[in-house]
C-alpha cells in the first residue's frame, strides 16, 4: 500500500498497538496513509502512550511500516537480580 498523505497520528513517546475488528458498520480514515478502512476488516487501534481516549484505527500494515515505538521496557528477572546482588559502591 502506498503512502498517500502525511501521518496525522498524534506524536507520543510510545503507542500501544492491538488487533481491532468489528461487525459495526462503520468506516474509519488511516491515520497513517489516509485510505478508508472498514470496520469489518481485521486492523489495529493505536493509542499514543496507552491513552485509549486518543486511540486511533489503522491498518495493521500501516503501522508494522511505520515502525512505532512500544511501552517502556520493564527490567527482567535477570536485571531485578543483578541488583539485589550488586555490591554498593562507597
Given at each position: ?25 462503520a ?18 487501534l ?29 527490567p ?15
Amino acid at each position: 500500500m502506498t503512502r498517500r498523505s502525511r501521518s496525522r497520528l498524534e506524536s507520543a513517546d510510545w503507542y500501544s498497538v492491538r488487533r481491532a475488528q468489528s461487525l459495526k458498520p462503520a468506516t474509519y480514515r488511516c491515520p497513517l496513509c489516509g485510505y478508508r478502512l472498514h470496520a469489518m476488516s481485521p486492523h489495529v487501534l493505536v493509542a499514543p502512550e496507552g491513552d485509549l481516549l486518543r486511540r486511533r484505527h489503522a491498518h495493521a500494515e500501516c503501522v508494522a511500516a511505520a515502525n512505532l515505538p512500544g511501552p517502556p521496557r520493564k527490567p527482567g528477572l535477570l536485571e531485578r537480580m543483578a541488583t539485589l546482588f550488586r555490591p554498593e559502591r562507597p
